[in-house]
């Protein structure tokens, strides 16, 4: 490692003679070089206090839980991480899996929720429950098991605290006295209460029950996984392997089955919602109308070309479909359905060619549209019901910079801006009243937080995060690239944004060597005026030029745009990498022979179809946790894209890897995976291996014990990837000639 670090920052220092050198260890050492950031921001139900994590400033790894009041006063920590996380604490494998699905990375406080009247702050830390009375201003364990407690959440009259514990639901009087076990006979293969696979990784539904207004019934799922295929995997960590029989719903094959019942508090009868005759659907959403009467569910067939919304009676379980929504491709769920007082919802649909907003009556009887041209609404992200506002995020002005936005759902006129131009916002917007705490960053600005009122005006800092002395990235601010951002057109005639970061002392009579960093997939866009990693600097420093294109398929695009890849995933997508490293090789600053192209997951595996076309014009890649069959991936987002193998026979041989790899040059891959993957299993890069292998083709291979997808990549073994990285980046490419 150190002999390996000592060669990238060699080779940094040619291009940094007279600077302060930025090393890999300081990158991913503490504090955090993009300085303090507040993270999972929420105000109160009222708007009158705001709590966030926040990274110790001693370890990154860990996140606090702090509250601002925003009447004033220094922000305090309600709940240490370090303090109730040892660090010797084992998950059981449901929370494991869990945080995986959500992308929880640190220990300590990772995630928490507030009730609906603004007095308690529940947080599950290391498996237990942890409740802050706002009142008394002091917090107190709820539970000390040998389980985990997980999905925990506050009635809506602060009655009860739920939660999940061995695949049962229970509830805890917040007045005091034992808990009640709501259902007794969960098991891990039929679960109560339980968001399933694939709804956590593909349909972003992290919770299996939902709270009626007025607490006395909830609805609750009932998940048998028992039709499941069994995928036998080895979990190799660092003592050794374990063999992990995971429930995996592969391509084609079937899923889990979802049923939902509605549950009644005080006498803990259930009745059976009716979801149809067909088993073999998504439960996508659940929400309860303001007046609790009615349950609302968002049924996704499994080929996900229809979304029904159906309305259910609570008492009966009777349900009718009031509202649908069709695609020849895929219909794109959201979190938008927003019941409202008088009965009606918000809703919203890319019918027009554009995902815009909707008012529908109770009945499903649409009333008006509220927003449309030829922009995407991102997400609604609240509403102002004594304003009658829906108050949204959206790119109304270009794909790379986001702001925030109201429009009237009584008087709709063109939405007006709460935010400035410039960057990238994200908000949190209070339940009553439209206050809102807003995150904001730019490629020279790190993330910044401050709460504002519902006209946009600005009241406080919540985690001003200012880039001057003292902070941690200042001394090396001298050398932070501002990108070029531009287009170019696909070959159909669309248009493709690209963004360019140019290494420090940039001279446009040499010729330097690029890295393109891609991913590619639909899940995220790349190419956005956002602060970036303060990892970047090091590939900048060391004299590379950084490179993002977003490929038709991408998000935060028209519907065209979005769906030029179904069922062809591997096609367009590809297609548009190259055009964008044409345009890179016709530029006189770089150097078309010292072209490399990196990624993970969807960009692992973009990173491997690109150094697999013919006369490629990349001369290393380094591929991260890539899938490499699609047959091997999961259901939901296989299926969404490219059908089945059975329908779609030639879509699914044309993008995948293993065929192609007899085009790969020789010493240009290397390829990376954790061992304990249960997301892209280990066995995409197995294939591979055994392919380039059996074809006597050489590659270099970085495996990681006991780390998952996305879960286990700290600080240390995110600087080791960085430093493999770059090490094989500087022997291929060669920067420092």
């Given at each position: 490692?150190?002999?390996?670090?000592?060669?990238?920052?060699?080779?940094?220092?040619?291009?940094?003679?007279h600077a302060e050198v930025l090393t890999p260890e300081r990158v991913f050492a503490s504090p955090d070089l993009s300085g303090p950031q507040a993270r999972g921001v929420a105000l109160a139900p009222d708007g009158s206090a705001v709590t966030y994590l926040k990274a110790k400033a001693d370890d990154v790894d860990i996140t606090d839980l702090w509250i601002s009041d925003v009447q004033g006063g220094a922000p305090h920590m309600l709940i240490d991480g370090r303090a109730l996380s040892p660090a010797n604490h084992e998950l059981s494998e449901a929370e494991k899996s869990r945080r995986e699905r959500m992308g929880l990375r640190s220990r300590g406080v990772v995630e928490y929720h507030w009730d609906e009247q603004g007095k308690y702050?529940?947080?599950?830390?290391?498996?237990?429950?942890?409740?802050?009375?706002r009142a008394s201003g002091k917090t107190r364990r709820l539970t000390e098991t040998a389980g985990d407690e997980v999905d925990g959440k506050i009635s809506p009259k602060g009655g009860f605290v739920s939660y999940v514990r061995d695949d049962n639901l229970y509830l805890m009087p917040l007045a005091g006295g034992p808990e009640r076990a709501l259902t007794t006979d969960g098991s891990e293969l039929k679960s109560w209460g339980t968001a399933e696979f694939i709804a956590q990784e593909e349909l972003h539904r992290f919770t299996g029950y939902w709270w009626s207004p007025d607490e006395t019934k909830l609805a609750l799922t009932h998940v048998d996984q028992s039709g499941v295929d069994v995928i036998d995997r080895v979990d190799v960590?660092?003592?050794?392997?374990?063999?992990?029989?995971?429930?995996?719903?592969?391509?084609?094959?079937?899923?889990?089955?979802?049923?939902?019942?509605?549950?009644?508090?005080?006498?803990?009868?259930?009745?059976?919602?009716?979801?149809?005759?067909?088993?073999?659907?998504?439960?996508?959403?659940?929400?309860?109308?303001?007046?609790?009467?009615?349950?609302?569910?968002?049924?996704?067939?499994?080929?996900?070309?229809?979304?029904?919304?159906?309305?259910?009676?609570?008492?009966?379980?009777?349900?009718?479909?009031?509202?649908?929504?069709?695609?020849?491709?895929?219909?794109?769920?959201?979190?938008?359905?927003?019941?409202?007082?008088?009965?009606?919802?918000?809703?919203?649909?890319?019918?027009?060619?554009?995902?815009?907003?909707?008012?529908?009556?109770?009945?499903?009887?649409?009333?008006?549209?509220?927003?449309?041209?030829?922009?995407?609404?991102?997400?609604?992200?609240?509403?102002?019901?004594?304003?009658?506002?829906?108050?949204?995020?959206?790119?109304?002005?270009?794909?790379?910079?986001?702001?925030?936005?109201?429009?009237?759902?009584?008087?709709?006129?063109?939405?007006?801006?709460?935010?400035?131009?410039?960057?990238?916002?994200?908000?949190?917007?209070?339940?009553?009243?439209?206050?809102?705490?807003?995150?904001?960053?730019?490629?020279?600005?790190?993330?910044?937080?401050?709460?504002?009122?519902?006209?946009?005006?600005?009241?406080?800092?919540?985690?001003?995060?200012?880039?001057?002395?003292?902070?941690?990235?200042?001394?090396?601010?001298?050398?932070?690239?501002?990108?070029?951002?531009?287009?170019?057109?696909?070959?159909?005639?669309?248009?493709?944004?690209?963004?360019?970061?140019?290494?420090?002392?940039?001279?446009?009579?040499?010729?330097?060597?690029?890295?393109?960093?891609?991913?590619?997939?639909?899940?995220?866009?790349?190419?956005?005026?956002?602060?970036?990693?303060?990892?970047?600097?090091?590939?900048?420093?060391?004299?590379?030029?950084?490179?993002?294109?977003?490929?038709?398929?991408?998000?935060?695009?028209?519907?065209?745009?979005?769906?030029?890849?179904?069922?062809?995933?591997?096609?367009?997508?590809?297609?548009?990498?190259?055009?964008?490293?044409?345009?890179?090789?016709?530029?006189?600053?770089?150097?078309?022979?010292?072209?490399?192209?990196?990624?993970?997951?969807?960009?692992?595996?973009?990173?491997?179809?690109?150094?697999?076309?013919?006369?490629?014009?990349?001369?290393?890649?380094?591929?991260?946790?890539?899938?490499?069959?699609?047959?091997?991936?999961?259901?939901?987002?296989?299926?969404?894209?490219?059908?089945?193998?059975?329908?779609?026979?030639?879509?699914?041989?044309?993008?995948?890897?293993?065929?192609?790899?007899?085009?790969?040059?020789?010493?240009?891959?290397?390829?990376?995976?954790?061992?304990?993957?249960?997301?892209?299993?280990?066995?995409?890069?197995?294939?591979?291996?055994?392919?380039?292998?059996?074809?006597?083709?050489?590659?270099?291979?970085?495996?990681?014990?006991?780390?998952?997808?996305?879960?286990?990549?700290?600080?240390?073994?995110?600087?080791?990837?960085?430093?493999?990285?770059?090490?094989?980046?500087?022997?291929?490419?060669?920067?420092?000639?």
């Open positions: 490692m150190k002999l390996l670090a000592a060669a990238v920052v060699a080779s940094m220092s040619l291009n940094l003679a702050v529940l947080a599950p830390v290391q498996g237990d429950l942890w409740l802050y009375e960590g660092v003592e050794g392997g374990t063999v992990v029989h995971q429930r995996y719903p592969r391509v084609g094959r079937p899923n889990a089955r979802v049923d939902l019942y509605i549950a009644d508090i005080a006498s803990g009868s259930r009745v059976r919602v009716d979801l149809g005759a067909n088993p073999d659907i998504y439960l996508a959403r659940a929400d309860w109308s303001k007046d609790g009467k009615i349950l609302y569910v968002q049924r996704l067939t499994r080929d996900q070309k229809r979304l029904d919304l159906l309305a259910v009676d609570p008492s009966t379980g009777a349900s009718k479909v009031i509202l649908s929504e069709t695609s020849p491709h895929w219909v794109s769920l959201n979190e938008d359905m927003k019941p409202l007082k008088d009965g009606g919802f918000l809703w919203s649909s890319e019918r027009s060619g554009n995902k815009h907003l909707y008012l529908y009556a109770g009945d499903g009887a649409l009333v008006r549209q509220l927003t449309e041209g030829d922009w995407p609404v991102a997400d609604l992200e609240g509403v102002d019901e004594a304003r009658h506002m829906a108050i949204f995020s959206a790119s109304k002005d270009t794909p790379i910079e986001r702001r925030l936005y109201e429009v009237s759902w009584l008087a709709p006129a063109e939405p007006r801006a709460l935010t400035p131009t410039g960057g990238w916002w994200s908000v949190n917007v209070a339940k009553t009243g439209g206050a809102f705490a807003g995150s904001y960053s730019d490629p020279r600005t790190p993330p910044r937080t401050g709460l504002y009122k519902a006209d946009g005006s600005f009241v406080r800092w919540i985690e001003e995060n200012p880039l001057k002395p003292g902070h941690p990235f200042y001394p090396y601010l001298d050398h932070l690239s501002t990108p070029e951002f531009g287009t170019i057109k696909a070959s159909d005639g669309q248009t493709l944004h690209w963004s360019m970061r140019k290494p420090p002392g940039f001279d446009p009579a040499k010729r330097y060597p690029v890295i393109v960093q891609v991913y590619g997939g639909p899940a995220s866009a790349l190419v956005e005026k956002v602060w970036n990693p303060p990892a970047d600097q090091l590939l900048l420093d060391a004299g590379y030029i950084l490179f993002r294109l977003d490929n038709r398929g991408t998000p935060n695009r028209s519907v065209a745009f979005k769906t030029a890849i179904d069922r062809r995933t591997g096609g367009p997508d590809v297609e548009d990498q190259l055009a964008g490293a044409a345009h890179l090789k016709s530029l006189p600053y770089v150097d078309a022979a010292r072209l490399g192209v990196t990624g993970y997951s969807n960009g692992g595996y973009m990173t491997l179809m690109l150094l697999t076309v013919p006369h490629s014009p990349f001369a290393a890649g380094v591929a991260g946790a890539p899938v490499t069959d699609w047959t091997l991936y999961d259901s939901a987002y296989t299926e969404r894209y490219m059908g089945t193998p059975a329908d779609n026979s030639d879509g699914y041989r044309l993008s995948q890897v293993i065929a192609r790899l007899g085009s790969l040059k020789p010493g240009t891959l290397l390829l990376v995976h954790g061992m304990a993957d249960d997301n892209v299993i280990f066995e995409n890069s197995t294939r591979v291996l055994a392919a380039l292998q059996a074809q006597g083709i050489p590659f270099e291979m970085m495996t990681y014990p006991g780390l998952r997808h996305r879960t286990g990549w700290t600080a240390k073994p995110l600087m080791h990837r960085t430093l493999a990285t770059m090490d094989f980046f500087a022997r291929k490419l060669k920067p420092g000639l």
